[in-house]
């Protein structure tokens, strides 16, 4: 069976819950998806380490807005991130973000400089970035959230 980054895991018309993890830095929200045991959940611990704010783990609820996408947290999991061989770790949560980049750690890209790809999901443009072979660093993800992408990129 093969992997689809974007199942919808309900049966609401008000979004989509996805498998998948996000994190914010104030208000600009990153979605990283990827297959069971990809780093999803390893790389929020390590964004929130230095800074970030988790807005949900495993599961995310994706809705679309006047202002863009909005990740939300998914009960049951709210106040918790999964740190593999661990288990589940206490923390405090942000309920809600703004969606500006999206990471998936199926996608490979070997170049060093990597042009996002753009999709269109509940009628509205998002970038999706390559997070394969070795996914970006933690505090790179920081920046791009606070700043993002060059004018000369």
Known sequence: ????????????SDGVLLHATAVAVGVNGLLIL???GAGKSHLAIEMMAQGAHLVSDDRVWLSA??????LYSAKPL???????G?????????????????LDLSLMSDARLPFPLEVTR???????????????????LLLLLKNGF????
Do not use: F
Not at 4 to 10: E, L, T
């Open 122 to 140: 509940l009628g509205h443009r998002l970038s999706v970035l390559p997070g394969g072979p070795i996914a970006p660093q933690a505090a790179a």
């Open 34 to 36: 990827g297959p069971s």
């Open 86 to 102: 661990l288990g589940l770790i206490s923390c405090t949560t942000q309920p809600s973000a703004l969606l500006k980049y999206c």
């Open 150 to 153: 060059s004018a000369y990129d």
């Open 78 to 84: 709210v106040g918790c991130v999964e740190a593999r």
């Open 65 to 70: 807005s006047e202002t863009g996408l909005i």
């Open 1 to 12: 069976m093969s992997y689809d980054p974007w199942k919808n895991y309900a049966n609401d």
